[in-house]
């Protein structure tokens, strides 16, 4: 009887109104509560990275925590490593999953990534540092003992640095680590972080940045030094990259010559 009212209810109430209420049910049925984590719940912590390679744009390092339980949603949602998946479909599953985990990103921009590069003068333990610093922030939330990341360097940067903030964990590093939930999930974090910081970069320089270091991004680089010189390159680009130089011998010799012809 109960089944037969709300069925006759739902044919007299707005199709909009109807769609938008079925929606909450279906999303409400489908995302678990995701339980601090206890000792024996099987619960970790995966954790990636974007922009890495890429030339223009910052370096963004994500962790995301999850219980066992979660897992198949996330497989239903889509869930696998950013680098297979489109620009759109990693910022709609990305929206979906910060309401769904308990995660950490961490964004290095071009500034404070050239700073520490010229101070530290080493990628991996930059990306340890920040590594740490994502894994530091989950495990202010959750008690958690195990964590997985790529294979990137030495996993005592990482524990050392989280030492120094009195957390420790069980860190294992491999190849092809996106191939875990967790570390998938992180991955699609990074990267639409990444993605939307690199529009915003575009925006604000009014020249749209490639992503990666191809020759593209060189021709991209001689233009802004063209428009705006060094220090508005320096302020979108990852500066210890051959590019740099490529583009600045190349550009300023051109302008030289330019000159010696006036």
């Known amino acids: 009887m109960d089944y037969i009212i709300f069925c006759t209810i739902c044919l007299h109430l707005p199709r909009r109104f109807l769609r938008n209420f079925l929606t909450g049910i279906i999303r409400f049925s489908i995302v678990r509560p995701v339980i601090k984590g206890q000792k024996g719940s099987g619960g970790w912590i995966g954790i990636d990275e974007s922009g890495k ?3 223009f744009g910052p370096l963004v390092v994500a962790g995301v925590y999850l219980e066992p339980g979660q897992v198949p949603d996330l497989r239903l949602l889509g869930i696998k490593d950013s680098k297979q998946l489109s620009d759109r479909r990693v910022k709609e599953i990305a929206e979906e999953l910060l309401t769904r985990v308990i995660s ?46 790529d ?18 964990i069980k860190l294992e590093q491999r190849p092809k680590a996106e191939s875990d939930p967790a570390v998938a999930a992180a991955s699609i974090l990074a990267r639409a972080e990444f993605l ?6 575009s925006q604000e320089v009014g020249i749209t940045l490639p992503k990666g270091a191809s020759r593209l991004v060189e021709d991209t680089a001689r233009t802004l030094i063209k428009h705006g010189g060094q220090q508005l390159l320096q302020r979108v680009a990852k500066w210890h990259f051959r590019t740099t130089q490529a583009a600045l011998s190349s550009t300023l010799g051109v ?3 330019g000159r010696d012809r006036r």
Not at 151 to 168: H, P, V
Not at 196 to 201: G, S
């Open 196 to 201: 939307n910081r690199l529009e915003r970069l």
């Open 151 to 168: 294979q990137f360097g030495d996993e005592r940067f990482i524990l050392n640095a989280l030492m120094e903030k009195g957390k420790t």
């Open 53 to 55: 390679g890429d030339y």
């Open 255 to 257: 302008l030289g010559r």
């Open 104 to 149: 950490s990103v961490l964004v290095i921009g071009p500034k404070r990534y050239n700073e520490l590069y010229e101070k530290i003068k080493n990628l991996n333990r930059i990306l340890a540092w920040a590594h740490a610093r994502a894994l530091e922030n989950i495990l202010q939330r959750v008690d958690c003992t195990r964590a997985l990341s």
